[in-house]
Nanobody, 115 residues
Framework: QVQLVESGGGLVQAGGSLRLSCAASGGTFGSHEINWYRQAPGGEETECVAAISWSGGSTNYADSVKGRFTISRDNAKNTVYLQLNSLQPADTAIYYC???????WGQGTQVTVSS
């Protein structure tokens, strides 16, 4: 059974940085696109903030995070990372990783940015 486990969230001041990790077990991790989504407090919709292809050769970012967030992966470690730099209070959300074209989601990790 596929499991995705996020870690690395926390409380940081505006302008600070965090690195989120998404560790996968089960399935064929290296064959799938991985996406990072976020859901803001009180929000019903999730926003896809970054995506990375199975090889890591292709990445995409939401306009709201472009130039500040960087997605990467290490298939040998079955892990995808999301580096968050220049964080702003608007980045406060629960961040989830998702295996592309599937129903597999992690449990989420909270990122809180104080002003």
């Amino acid at each position: 059974q596929v499991q995705l486990v996020e870690s690395g969230g926390g409380l940081v001041q505006a302008g600070g940085s965090l690195r989120l990790s998404c560790a996968a077990s089960g399935g064929t991790f290296g064959s799938h696109e991985i996406n990072w989504y976020r859901q803001a407090p009180g929000g019903e919709e999730t926003e896809c903030v970054a995506a990375i292809s199975w090889s890591g050769g292709s990445t995409n970012y939401a306009d709201s995070v472009k130039g500040r967030f960087t997605i990467s992966r290490d298939n040998a470690k079955n892990t995808v990372y999301l580096q968050l730099n220049s964080l702003q209070p608007a980045d406060t959300a629960i961040y989830y990783c998702h295996r592309g074209a599937s129903d597999y989601w992690g449990q989420g990790t909270q990122v809180t940015v104080s002003s």
